[in-house]
Nanobody, 123 residues
Framework: VQLQAFGGGLVHPGGFLSLPCAIS????????IGWFRQAPGKQRERVSC????????YYADSVKGRFAISRDNAKNTVYLQMSSLKPEDPAVYYC?????????????????WGQGTQVTVSS
């Protein structure tokens, strides 16, 4: 199983980024996929996940209304669209597969992680 997150970069506050996570080695339609982020000196935190169990999505309170997760099963890719980016959003963003994501709950752990992509928000 391989996951590759990309699309990070430098944006101004209020800007937009879309992070694709390309996945190989598993059937996306049968797996829940999540995004996490970790800023320097901080613990890794859950951002969002898309469930293969019940079709639901989870969003951390800090990103609700600004971030949107979607999946394209045909392309085996999950996207995290981030809008209205804030100074507190910069971090390395990681995608992960085969995690708990159901009924609005997102697990912390996963056996499969991508390498991460850096998001920087600065004026």
């Amino acid at each position: 199983v391989q996951l590759q997150a990309f699309g990070g970069g430098l944006v101004h506050p209020g800007g937009f980024l879309s992070l694709p996570c390309a996945i190989s080695g598993l059937a996306l339609e049968k797996n829940s996929i999540g995004w996490f982020r970790q800023a320097p000196g901080k613990q890794r935190e859950r951002v969002s996940c898309t469930s293969s169990d019940d079709g639901s999505a989870y969003y951390a309170d800090s990103v609700k209304g600004r971030f949107a997760i979607s999946r394209d099963n045909a392309k085996n890719t999950v996207y995290l669209q981030m809008s209205s980016l804030k100074p507190e959003d910069p971090a390395v963003y990681y995608c992960a597969a085969d995690l708990v994501c159901v009924l609005g709950v997102m697990g912390q752990g996963s056996d499969y992680w991508g390498q991460g992509t850096q998001v920087t928000v600065s004026s």
